[in-house]
């Protein structure tokens, strides 16, 4: 199913994300997290895509294909584009379309400071165009958004100008990075509808359990902190089993109050753990559509 359709029927669209795990190895874990992770009925999964943009890895595809052949869950296989030539973006299309792969993520990748880059593609929408380009309306694309400004952007408006350039291209759903202040969220979306932006935008969150999570992705995020999420962290790090829970119910706290206020989607960076993912979602599953499986009884 095509994604846009989804938030047509829905709202709000409940998505997980998941990642590809380094080693080939650990491929059978995750098949079992996405078991779990089904649990959920989650409206569809997207798998990333690595940073480096390799073509010779073909994780993402793999794992996307899977997961919608043997659970049936529709997937958003994620490409990246900035270190990567024409070539090697026309043969990923081609793979995906071979694996029935019908939505895909289109971004430009981190550009690592010192990197020698290939440089053929300088932003998401040069891939959004290469997409429509090679596909045809054949696969419907999804692009980033960032609540509190891209790093490398002069302003948050200059950003949302830059966004209007993806929607140009083909764009049709946003999905934005994690943030931890969901003022800064309805700014941001404010912002976006007055500069004409109509797609979904989901709003991504990703619930903090664990220390290791506090450095790595929250300080890599740029997302700002507010008093409750730093008090939060500064009571429980010493204590992982209080931060477990005091991270889980942050996020809930977060997404019930972003569905008050009639947010188009949640979308859950999982960090591959279904325990957390289902958690959470049994938290807030009286404030989702019903699911087919409820549905049913009716
Ligand atoms: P762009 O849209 O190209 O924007 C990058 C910067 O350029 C911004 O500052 C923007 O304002 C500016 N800009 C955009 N278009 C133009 C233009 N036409 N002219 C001038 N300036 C412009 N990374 C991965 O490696 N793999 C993943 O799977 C992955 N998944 C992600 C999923 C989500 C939901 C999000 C939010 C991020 C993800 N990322 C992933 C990270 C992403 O690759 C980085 O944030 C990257 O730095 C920017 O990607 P982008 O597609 O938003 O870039």
Redesign the pocket.
Known sequence: MRIPAIYKEKKPVFSLEIFPPKRKTNRESLYEAVEQLAKCEPDFISV????GGNIADNSTCEIASNIKKNYGIETVA?L?CVNSTREDVQEMIARFQDADIENV???????VPGEDIKREF????ELAIEIQRKCNDQLEIL????PEG?Y??ESLD??IQ?LK??IGAGVRVL???LFFDNTAFYEFLDLARSAGITVPISA?IMPIVKATQIEKTVQLSGASLPHDFTAMISRYEHDPERLYEAGIDYAVGQIRDLIDHGVDGI?LYTMNDPNVALRVHDEIADLLPKRRSEACFE
């Open positions: 990333t895509y690595g940073a994620h990246t993520m289109a971004l430009r990748g981190d550009i300088k932003h998401a929408n692009g980033a958004c960032y891209h490398q952007s200059s950003d830059n350039y993806k999905i934005t990075q991504g979308h």
